[in-house]
Every structure is written in C-alpha cells, then in structure tokens.
C-alpha cells in the first residue's frame, strides 16, 4: 500500500463534482433541510465558480424531504411508496438548491438520471450533452438518482457510485465526497483510538479494500465500502477522488485550506482514460469515411461534421463506436457517432444548417464531437498513418 504524503489542491481542478448525502443535507429528526449548512456550502461553490471552475453536485435527499412533506410514519418503505416520495421530493429539492444558488446568481439545472443512463452509449450521450450544455451556460447540474422509476433491480441505491459515474461521464477531473467521517482511515476510529487517517491512496489495493470493510457498524461498513467502489470508479477513468467531512460549515474552504481528507489519486486524467477506452474496449459496428479536408480538420483537434463525411458502412446506433477512414482507407481514428446509420447516411456531406433541416433538429452538427474521438497521429502529406497510443 502506497500512502504518498504529496496531493494536488482543490483549486488545480477544472471541473469538480460534489455529492452531498441525505445525513448532511437533512435533519432526519425535523425531516427539513439544515439551510445555514446548505447556505455555506453555496457560498463555497460560488467561490469555486467564481473562479471559473464548472461544478456538478450529486444530491440525495429526496426520498427524505418527500417522507417529511407527505407527514410518512418512520420505518421502512415499500418500493413503491420510496418512490411516490421520492416525486414529491425531487420537487422540493430541487427548488432548494435552486434558492440557495441564485442567492449567489448561479443559475441551477435539475438532472435526474438512472442506471441505464450512465451504462448505455446512447442515453450516456444525451445525458452527457445536456449536462455539458448546462456548464456551458455557467449553471450548476444538481443530479439525483431518478428514485421514481429506478427499482432495486436498476439502481445504483448509493449515490457515491452514481457521482463517480457522472465523474467519468463528464470528464470531471475531481470528485468530492462529502461525508460524515473526513476520510479513510487504517481502522474505524471510533472503535480504535490508534485510528491514523491515510492522507493519501495512490491506487486502490486489496489492504484499501481490506480497511473500508473493517468498520463496526453496518452503516459505516456499506457507506466506506461504496465511496472505495467510488474510488476504484473514478480512478480508473482518470479523475482524482477525495473524501472529507460534511458535518462542518464551509467543507469545502476547509479542503481548499489543507484539511483533514484523503486524496484518491489517479496517473491518468479524464480525457486519456475516456479515450483509451474508446480506442481499445469498442467494438466498432460501422465506418464513416471522410474527405481530405475533414482529415485536415481532425487532425487540427476539431469534430467531426456532417459535411466532410462522403460514406457510411455498417449498421450502427447513436453512441456505438465507429471507424474513420480517410479517402484513400486509411483509419483516422475512432468514435462514438452522434447519429445511427440511416441519420447519417440522409446528412452525409450536409452543412451543419443542411443537416438540421433535414433532421429537423438544432444544436448537435458534429458527427464525432472532438471529446468522441481518438485521432491517430498521420503524416497528412504523405498519407501515411501511425496510431496514437492511447
């Protein structure tokens, strides 16, 4: 087990996801919001956003708030009734974290996603593209587990793997979990008071898992064994991921300030690991071929548009994997097309306002987005190819 005692700093990060649990965001004994705590919280992701950095947060606390407004008896839900709460939760909070954030003239946009939406390609890109048009506007996506139609055979049912997924969908190179203990440590501190916390994890090893599974009480054994699940998530998708305290005002000054916490780092980052997995873990289902100028253009860093694709081969869907070729058949690289082969066959050589027109839709004219695709490295003169090492 490796414990490096160096780690980045919370304002290296471009894009930082934060995932607030139901225990620090309600009082389960009022069955409200703890607003003074949510207001400092605010103001620290107004700090962050101030400083031009795009924050997600990943909420719980619907299926608590719903119980609170509908006056519930405590104890167990039926699936049903969690998700009849969760509705009417989902209402209150997102209105909140609309509130607190305006207070800071953030604007916030309610995202709510299942299993199926971060693990098929498909609905991963639609989810992906809102989400990135939201950071684009500099508002901040408050994403929840869609608790209403999800059931215990399709849910995450913890919102630590479900932020270390939307880590990874976004190519947010942080996440942060906010929890009620300030990070990992070698033994469960309330039982053990040689307890040390291990600052730094620069890979998630069997002793790591070995620790998060050694807690006393059932709630600490499944809430550390989900936030290493998280770990092992992001790490291996190129974001960084720590743990600290939420039960304290401002959590995040106090990270920005060199609090206790423990980092999990990753060698990678997430535009790499994103496209390591396009290039080798995809099957390919079809070939888009393209002109020169296209080739030119890819190779300069941009998408992929309508207009420079002159065939379609195969038969593919939105977000499956797809080979480019050059005029000649060279492979260019590979991606995740935006369109299925019939769309792309009715748009091919189309401007993007041509395209449009056809398909009758606005707001998507690249092919391959630039974030889809793995370009091989090419002497364009010689028409010669060398494949990128992911």
């Excluded at 998700?83 to 609309?98: D, F, N, T």
Aim: glycine share 10%.
């Amino acid at each position: 087990m490796s414990r490096s005692q160096t780690h980045p700093r919370l304002n290296d990060f471009r894009r930082i996801v934060i995932k607030v649990g139901s225990s620090l965001l309600i009082d389960s004994s009022a069955g409200e919001v703890k607003s003074a705590w949510l207001e400092a919280l605010a103001a620290d992701i107004a700090t962050l956003h101030r400083a031009g950095k795009d924050v997600l947060v990943v909420s719980s606390g619907s299926i608590a708030l719903g119980r609170s407004r509908l006056k519930l008896p405590s104890g167990a839900l039926k699936l049903e009734e969690s998700q009849a709460a969760a509705a009417v939760g989902q209402i209150a909070l997102a209105r909140i974290w609309a509130k607190v954030l305006d207070h800071h003239g953030i604007g916030a946009g309610q995202i709510l996603v299942t299993l199926q939406d971060t693990e098929e390609r498909r609905r991963y890109l639609n989810a992906r593209s809102t989400i990135s048009k939201l950071l684009e506007w500099r508002a901040v996506p408050v994403i929840n587990e869609n608790d209403t139609v999800a059931t215990s055979e399709i849910r995450y049912g913890d919102n630590d793997r479900l932020a270390a997924r939307v880590a990874t969908m976004t190519s947010a190179d942080l996440l942060v979990l906010l929890s009620d203990i300030d990070g990992l440590y070698t033994a469960p501190p309330g039982a053990n008071p040689n307890a040390k916390l291990i600052p730094v994890v620069d890979s998630v090893t069997a002793d790591i898992e070995a620790m998060a599974g050694a807690a006393e009480s059932e709630l600490s054994r499944g809430g550390m064994r989900t936030k290493i699940e998280a770990a092992k998530i992001a790490t291996s998708a190129g974001t960084h991921m720590l743990i600290a305290s939420g039960k304290i005002a401002h959590p995040l000054q106090a990270i920005a300030d060199g609090g206790k916490c423990t980092w999990f780092l990753t060698p990678a980052n997430p535009v790499t690991a994103r496209k390591r997995w396009i290039a080798g873990s995809l099957e390919p289902k079809g070939v888009l071929v393209i002109d020169a100028g296209a080739v030119k253009a890819l190779h300069a860093g941009r998408s992929l548009l309508a207009a420079g694709v002159t065939r379609i081969e195969g038969t593919f869907a939105r977000g499956d994997a797809v080979v480019v070729r050059g005029p000649e058949g060279h492979e260019i690289g590979r991606g995740l097309v935006a369109y299925g082969a019939d769309n792309a066959e009715r748009i091919k050589g189309k401007s993007s306002a041509e395209a449009s027109r056809i398909l009758g839709l606005t707001g998507r004219p690249e092919m391959i987005h630039r974030d889809d695709l793995v370009v091989s490295h090419r002497q364009i003169e010689s028409g010669s190819d060398t494949p990128d090492s992911p």
